[in-house]
């Protein structure tokens, strides 16, 4: 991240463009060799402001006209940026809490995402995102990467966790909240019968409820 004042900004919010070589200069280091610097001229293709840079500086460049500052502070004040800085923090920061579960286990953010926000946002909107969904893994092993990433609700992330229990009856095999909602029990209810401690098992539970649905019919 870079600071604006007292903001953070994401790095390589903007995407640029080299118009061409602007001037090489002559610098030396500590040992005396000799190191040509190619200044470059760079079009913001955000704002259309050019700039002159070192070549070696362009990927680290953030656009400073006050168009794509604007911008940038709309931006970091939305959901979809928390969202995108939230992922980066769990996946990336061993201070944060969540690390342990997420990074610590080798859970990544493609490099597309996390280099340039503007190419989550993209991505987020051309696949449904709305203020009512999260993000979720469709692996919950895997990476945080377009191809394993959906838009989903609180219900259908629950039922993708890694801990969600797997039941199957009668060669039916769902998840204890798609039980529970197909057999109208509380989700609870069917957690105590997982649990063992109960005198029937979860399975004999399930079953009693279908046979019971059957003896109604």
Known sequence: MKKMGNRAIPEQEQKFEIVGEHSVSITYDFTGKQI?????IIKCL???????????????????????????????????????SGIKGRCYCKTQTAYKRYGAKGIKMCDSW???????????????????LSIDRINS??????K???WATDKQQMANR???????VNNETLTL???????????????????????????EYIQSVINKENDDV
């Not at 092993?141 to 377009?146: L, R, V």
Request: aromatic share 12%; charged share 25%.
């Open 36 to 40: 040509k610097n190619h200044h470059m």
């Open 141 to 146: 092993k895997g990476n945080y990467e377009p």
């Open 148 to 150: 394993n990433c959906r």
């Open 162 to 168: 890694s801990n969600t229990a797997f039941v199957t």
């Open 46 to 84: 955000v704002c259309g402001t050019e700039r002159i840079v070192l070549k070696q500086n362009i990927k680290d460049t953030v656009c400073q006209s006050e168009v794509c500052r604007k911008k940038i502070e709309a931006y970091s004040n939305t959901r979809l940026y928390r969202i995108w």
């Open 177 to 203: 909240a798609a039980w529970a909602e197909r057999l109208h029990v509380p989700r609870t209810r069917l957690s105590a019968y997982l649990s063992g401690k109960l005198k029937k098992t979860i399975e």
């Open 114 to 132: 996390k280099d340039n926000y503007m190419n989550f946002y993209e991505w987020a909107m051309s696949h449904g995102y709305t203020d009512e």
